[in-house]
């Protein structure tokens, strides 16, 4: 009972910071061409100017994230939740102030300073805490209800934002943002792994056929090793391949979703003219569509067709929905291409299940934090190939015509990813599989 109520806290705490983070994403293309091209509808340097954002938070969060989530197995999780809750407010407070051309640089600086501890490590640790408390056998559908939950603030977020002014959507998120540090300091219980769950795969037995070193010095080392090392992370991609199958999908469905965030709303700009109140309506469909998914259908379909399955299904939308935006010929293919979140929203708690399921109780963190740095890896590399080429493809330069190109490269890269996701085969899990192999 206790740690369903740890749960329902958690719920609430990532409602809320969600809540205040997707209210600003509509807006802020406004704000960015603004600021930056003022009275234009199709701005290069703010293209380039996002696409470098990303970029470098892409870099940090690659570092941070499993450095976050291995100390989170150390220190506990709800202590380490507060740095990024907590951050996460600052730059939301500079344009509820003002969003003038100098406040604007302001918010972009901090905003890569403190999103290289937020992006990100939020969900990681959550998926960590959940993982924490709940058996094997239900991950998938409580990792859904998670990201039903993510998908529920997004709703009520971008809803907010269409009926009010750009000023007041960032002085309510700032104050939804401080309200979720609040209230997770006051009211989430620290959470604590049932080491009955698993065994770890990252165990003395298991790395001796990894690394040859002294054990003793080893448990000495550790005490004082908040970083997973190298031979951490080649354990983890060695002993699983499934594992292995789960970082190259995670690292190419990224570069595929980051790549489309990067491109989609300055296409969408220049192509049919969307402001903030059309950004908001996209958002609000695809949100609605994705909450009653992943609340109502997803706990449904799991057990019936297993979460490798529902991964493929999910990336294969995920890949379809990219490659009907990019050939987008009329101003409402846009909302009928956001239902397709009804299935791609899918793709990431399967993902996630399946890799929690490849380690222990006492490593939720460590591994959850490593995907997320592949995917903090794929965050870098896709700004920088795929902002050049969205300005490039809507300016007047483009070598032919098509405004989309950019887009159905992201869907290319999308595909890459359901393509590997059907060589993954369930396996047992970890605790039914390996325990037999220690007697």
Same mark, same amino acid.
């Given at each position: 009972?206790?740690?369903?109520?740890? /749960?329902?806290?958690?719920?609430?705490?990532?409602?809320?910071?969600?809540?205040?983070?997707?209210?600003?994403?509509?807006? $802020?293309?406004?704000?960015? =061409?603004?600021?930056?091209?003022?009275?234009?509808?199709?701005?290069? $340097?703010?293209?380039?100017?996002?696409?470098?954002?990303?970029?470098?938070?892409? !870099?940090?969060?690659?570092?941070?994230?499993?450095?976050?989530?291995?100390?989170?197995?150390?220190?506990?999780?709800?202590?380490?939740?507060?740095?990024?809750?907590?951050?996460?407010?600052?730059?939301?407070?500079?344009?509820?102030?003002?969003?003038?051309?100098?406040?604007?640089?302001?918010?972009?600086?901090?905003?890569?300073?403190?999103?290289?501890?937020?992006?990100?490590?939020?969900?990681?640790?959550? /998926?960590?805490?959940?993982?924490?408390?709940?058996?094997?056998?239900?991950?998938?559908?409580?990792?859904?209800?998670?990201?039903?939950?993510?998908?529920?603030?997004?709703?009520?977020?971008?809803?907010?934002?269409?009926?009010?002014?750009?000023?007041?959507?960032?002085? +309510?998120?700032?104050?939804?943002?401080?309200?979720?540090?609040?209230?997770?300091?006051?009211? /989430?219980?620290?959470?604590?792994?049932?080491?009955?769950?698993?065994?770890?795969?990252?165990?003395?037995?298991?790395?001796?056929?990894? +690394?040859?070193?002294?054990?003793?010095?080893?448990?000495? +080392?550790?005490?004082?090793?908040?970083?997973?090392?190298?031979?951490?992370?080649?354990?983890?991609?060695?002993?699983?391949?499934?594992?292995?199958?789960?970082?190259?999908?995670?690292?190419?469905?990224?570069?595929?979703?980051?790549?489309?965030?990067?491109?989609?709303?300055?296409?969408?700009?220049?192509?049919?003219?969307?402001?903030?109140?059309?950004?908001?309506?996209?958002?609000?469909?695809?949100?609605?569509?994705?909450? +009653?998914?992943?609340?109502?259908?997803?706990?449904? !379909? @799991?057990?019936?067709?297993?979460?490798?399955? !529902?991964?493929?299904?999910?990336?294969?939308?995920?890949?379809?929905?990219? $490659?009907?935006?990019?050939?987008?010929?009329?101003?409402? @293919?846009?909302?009928?291409?956001?239902?397709?979140?009804?299935?791609?929203?899918?793709?990431? %708690?399967?993902?996630?299940?399946? @890799?929690?399921?490849?380690?222990?109780?006492?490593?939720?963190?460590?591994?959850?934090?490593?995907?997320?740095?592949?995917?903090?890896?794929?965050?870098?590399?896709?700004? /920088?190939?795929?902002?050049? !080429?969205?300005?490039?493809?809507?300016?007047?330069?483009? %070598?032919?015509?098509?405004?989309?190109?950019?887009? =159905?490269?992201?869907?290319?890269?999308? =595909?890459?990813?359901?393509?590997?996701?059907?060589?993954?085969?369930?396996?047992?899990?970890?605790?039914?599989?390996?325990?037999?192999?220690?007697?």
């Amino acid at each position: 009972m206790e740690k369903m109520s740890g /749960l329902s806290h958690l719920f609430m705490t990532i409602f809320l910071h969600s809540f205040a983070a997707f209210m600003v994403v509509p807006a $802020i293309t406004d704000v960015t =061409m603004a600021a930056l091209c003022p009275g234009q509808d199709e701005c290069s $340097i703010a293209i380039y100017t996002s696409g470098l954002q990303q970029a470098i938070i892409g !870099l940090g969060s690659l570092v941070m994230m499993p450095l976050m989530g291995n100390l989170s197995d150390k220190y506990g999780r709800k202590a380490l939740l507060t740095v990024p809750v907590t951050l996460a407010i600052f730059p939301l407070a500079i344009l509820a102030y003002s969003r003038s051309r100098n406040f604007f640089y302001a918010y972009y600086i901090l905003k890569i300073l403190t999103a290289m501890f937020c992006e990100g490590t939020v969900h990681c640790l959550s /998926l960590a805490y959940v993982a924490d408390n709940v058996p094997e056998g239900r991950r998938a559908s409580a990792f859904g209800i998670l990201s039903g939950i993510g998908s529920c603030a997004f709703v009520c977020g971008t809803l907010s934002t269409r009926f009010l002014s750009t000023a007041s959507t960032f002085q +309510v998120a700032t104050a939804m943002a401080m309200l979720a540090a609040v209230y997770m300091r006051v009211f /989430l219980p620290d959470s604590v792994a049932n080491d009955n769950l698993s065994i770890p795969i990252l165990s003395e037995g298991k790395l001796k056929g990894v +690394v040859n070193q002294d054990v003793e010095s080893d448990k000495k +080392v550790q005490m004082f090793k908040p970083m997973p090392s190298l031979e951490d992370m080649l354990a983890l991609l060695k002993t699983s391949v499934t594992f292995s199958q789960a970082a190259v999908v995670t690292f190419f469905g990224n570069l595929a979703d980051v790549g489309l965030h990067a491109s989609l709303l300055y296409y969408l700009k220049a192509r049919f003219h969307f402001n903030k109140n059309q950004f908001a309506d996209l958002m609000v469909i695809t949100g609605v569509a994705g909450t +009653v998914s992943q609340l109502l259908l997803m706990p449904i !379909l @799991v057990p019936i067709l297993g979460e490798e399955k !529902l991964l493929a299904i999910g990336l294969f939308f995920n890949c379809a929905h990219m $490659i009907v935006y990019s050939i987008a010929w009329s101003f409402w @293919v846009p909302y009928a291409a956001a239902m397709f979140s009804l299935a791609y929203v899918f793709s990431q %708690p399967c993902i996630r299940s399946i @890799v929690s399921k490849q380690v222990g109780p006492c490593e939720q963190g460590k591994a959850q934090g490593f995907i997320s740095g592949i995917g903090s890896f794929a965050n870098v590399a896709s700004p /920088l190939v795929f902002s050049p !080429l969205t300005a490039l493809f809507l300016s007047d330069t483009a %070598p032919f015509y098509f405004p989309g190109f950019s887009i =159905m490269c992201v869907g290319f890269a999308s =595909m890459i990813a359901f393509v590997q996701s059907l060589m993954i085969r369930a396996v047992p899990p970890i605790s039914g599989q390996r325990v037999g192999d220690l007697h």
